[in-house]
């Protein structure tokens, strides 16, 4: 996208947004502020997250002098920011919005309520990302209980299996985690299809988890099935089936496939994902043994790091809005350390 065209599209939401903040402001009326709710959605959606931060907040802040702090539409709008918070790295705040949110929502739609388990289930899962794993595994166990009773072993249940496993899994208890993966991808394969995102998602999950207690041929074969899935469903350049790629290069690079993981490798290195998102998910190939620069598949893999990082770099002038986005995301994965490594690395290696 040329300057010209990101500052006129900048400008246009601008607009529209001042337009229907100033509708809210004079008419005070809650129909106002849904209006103004309802473009925050629509900007988060074409995933103009940075305008649609600003919007949900000024959205909350509107319906809470209108309606009140603990009106539906305001926990709604707060439940939506607090959505966003953590997708875009801000999870110490999303948690804070959460905290507040929650009891609410119990209060005015009760414990049980569908709406009610959706913000304890994106809550707990924020807690997850921030370590804070004993509380986030009390609250999915709490939410997977109740949306059992509610909805039985359907999709937002499956949801909570998958959450309440990964759970276990950061917290080391692969043996548990496992146990709960396996029974969340028979049900979701018997209900949603073998093929279907949901599916792949834990069955992508599952192998991760099975690499990490060395079961090495179960994840391989977990994770070639689930990436022959993905690349006939979704195509080869869909960021599923790139996800795929990395954790099978990790797998044949544990069992010595170094040819086949290089493979793999640069059919991800020659896709058309964005430079940061290839900087983010390289990350976890690329991290494994950074310093063993003797091996190839390692030295080759880190130095690929830091050339998409150098190519970053050199595109700084033209990066969008989701480029940002996806900076941001690098840094999260990455962290700070890393990446003055891969600095430091740029000056020992001519490219």
């Known amino acids: 996208m040329s300057d010209s065209k990101s500052q006129s599209h900048a400008e246009s939401w601008m607009h529209d947004f001042v337009t229907r903040r100033d509708d809210a402001i004079r008419r005070q009326q809650p129909e106002a502020v849904s209006e103004l709710y309802k473009y925050a959605v629509a900007l ?59 009891p609410g929502m119990e209060k005015l739609m009760g414990k049980e309520d569908p709406e009610t388990l959706d913000v304890m289930n994106n ?100 994770h070639v099935e689930t990436l022959r899935r993905r690349t006939v469903a979704f195509g080869e350049e869909d960021p599923e089936t790139l996800q795929s790629m990395n954790n099978l290069a990790v797998v044949f690079e544990a069992r010595g496939k170094h040819d086949e993981a290089e493979s793999l490798l640069g059919i991800f290195l020659g896709s058309r994902l964005g430079l940061f998102s290839q900087f983010a998910i390289l990350y976890p190939i690329l991290s494994r043994d950074p310093f063993a620069y003797s091996r190839p598949f390692v030295a080759r893999s880190h130095l690929s790091y830091c050339l998409a990082f150098q190519s970053c770099l050199a595109n700084f002038s033209n990066f969008t809005s989701v480029d940002w986005s996806n900076i941001l995301m690098a840094f999260v994965v990455s962290g700070v350390v890393t990446i003055f490594r891969c600095m430091i690395t740029l000056r020992i290696f001519t490219f």
């Open 44 to 102: 988060d959606r074409k995933k103009l997250w940075s305008a649609a931060e600003q919007v949900y907040r000024e959205a909350a802040e509107l319906a809470t002098r209108i309606v009140g702090a603990d009106a539906h539409l305001t926990l709604t709008i707060l439940h939506s920011l607090a959505y966003l918070l953590d997708s875009s790295g801000k999870q110490q705040e999303a948690a804070q919005v959460y905290e507040a949110v929650l």
């Open 123 to 222: 809550y707990a899962c924020t807690l997850d990302n921030l370590d804070h794993l004993n509380r986030a595994e009390i609250m999915h166990r709490t939410t997977l209980s109740r949306r059992q009773k509610i909805f039985g072993m359907t999709g937002p249940t499956l949801i909570s299996l998958n959450n309440l496993s990964c759970v276990l899994d950061n917290k080391g208890q692969y043996a548990d985690a496992e146990v709960i993966y396996r029974n969340a991808l028979e049900m979701v394969e018997r209900m949603a299809g073998k093929n279907d995102r949901r599916t792949l998602t834990v069955r992508n999950n599952l192998g991760c988890l099975l690499n990490a207690r060395g079961k090495l041929d179960d994840a391989e074969e977990m």
